[in-house]
């Protein structure tokens, strides 16, 4: 069982930056592809990126440059940088782990979720 914590969330003005944090707890958090989803109301959860445990990232192509997804092992966490943010990033921003053979930009095959963090971009 992973539980998850993001933290990080909150207001900020266009062009601004932000980081996500999202805190795992158990010894096995190395093994895990950890996510990062965000959803914003009235529209179908969306996938950023994942950070498999061997240290190879996938994004999505609309998120790439803004948006760049680590992690610190040692921390058990995972970060979501998100630089040059625009008002159409507002969202509830989620983490999610899966297992060490999970490949998906798909949320059903994750199996832990955060609780979610709000980031609020104003214009």
């Known amino acids: 069982q992973v539980q998850l914590v993001e933290s990080g969330g909150g207001l900020v003005q266009a062009g601004g930056s932000l980081r996500l944090s999202c805190a795992a707890s158990?010894?096995?958090?190395?093994?895990?592809?950890m996510a990062w989803f965000r959803q914003a109301p009235g529209k179908e959860r969306e996938f950023i990126n994942f950070s498999r445990s061997g240290g190879s990232t996938t994004y999505a192509d609309s998120m790439k440059g803004r948006f760049t997804i680590s992690r610190d092992n040692a921390k058990n966490t995972v970060y979501l940088q998100m630089n040059s943010l625009k008002p159409e990033d507002t969202a509830v921003y989620y983490c999610?782990?899966?297992?060490?053979?999970?490949?998906?930009?798909?949320?059903?095959?994750?199996?832990?979720w955060g609780q979610g963090t709000q980031v609020t971009v104003s214009s």
């Open positions: 158990g010894r096995t958090f190395s093994m895990y592809t």
């Open positions: 999610a782990a899966g297992t060490r053979f999970t490949i998906s930009t798909n949320w059903n095959s994750y199996d832990y």
